[in-house]
């Protein structure tokens, strides 16, 4: 009895097992439902937008000039300002030469014509007396031609010695170098005692009425700037406004100006079209603001044409060329054509195709079709 024991129990166990399978639920089998994959939506707001263009450049001036002696001479006057960074005004003595070789030409340019201007008086009286013996017989014609030619000869002697004059008053006043405009000297070379040729460069200096930066812009980009492109008065064209920008003494400076011309060719190299902003008043700090000193290098924003209507979308929004994808009001998604204005990094500026209110994709999705249904992020967060 006791061996059989334990087969008793085992026994007992599979039949409790069999007891509770037979009675225990049944499993219903039932298909999986499948989940709308859960994305993000930006609401479109379509608005006006400025459009514009990022470039860079130098700062160089607009009128640039070398110093350059007129006349020969000992220099005996340097001015305080004729120095690398001086500032001068128009009309401001920069350089002096000394003047009594000058001085000494100039009397004698005077004398000379006061000289020409009697012979010439006693040419014409002579001519006169001539004509006057004739008429009695007492010359001949060959001597009142004589006469004549005098007069003649003296008329050109005086002409002669009224431009030697004119020439000595000029080089004289040569011998005071006189600043042509307001500007500031970039490079000088000449002090006092030195002797200094007409036609010999001293110097170089340049105007602060205004300066200029060359900026450079992609082909592309032209259609949304307002450009003096293809007419021959470019004054009188249209003009874009510039910020610049640059880094000055450690803090961030901003300066104001205008597209004033495109120069003639496409750089072969690039493919760019060069524009020429220009900035009035470049060293007038007004408000604490930094001087637009000549050689910074600066980053440029250049203020384009304004359009109404203009949808700004991320990148990821778009699927293919022109195509974005929409969810309607029963979260399906809907394929839409829109008109790509303009891609700039990573940002999408679209005009025709959608309305304010649009709710547009812009979650990566692998399988799509149109009419799928999804989930927005905002919609599962509630």
Known sequence: MRKLLPLLVLLAGFGAAALLIATGPKVVPRASEAVPPLIRV???????????????????????S???????????????????????SEGDELLAIDRLDYEVALEQARAGLARAQSELSNAKKNHVRLQDLKTRGSVSDAEVDNGLNQVRVAEAVLREASARLTRSRRDLERTKMLAPYDGRVRAESVDVGQFVRRGQSIGSIYAVDYAEVRLPVPNADLAYLDLPLGTSDQADAARAPVTLTADFAGSPQQWQGEVVRTEGELDPSTRMVHVVARIARPYAQEDGGAPLAVGMFVDAEIHGRTLPGVSVLPRSALRGDNRVMVVDANNQLRFRDVDILRLVDDTVYVGAGLVAGDRVCISPLRNTADGMRVRIASDSAS
């Open 42 to 64: 930006v609401e479109v707001a379509p608005a006006r937008h400025q459009f514009s263009v990022n470039t860079h450049g130098s700062v160089v001036p607009r009128t640039a």
């Open 66 to 88: 070398d110093l350059v002696p007129e006349v020969d001479g000992r220099v005996v006057a340097v001015s305080a300002s004729l120095v690398s960074g001086g500032f001068f």
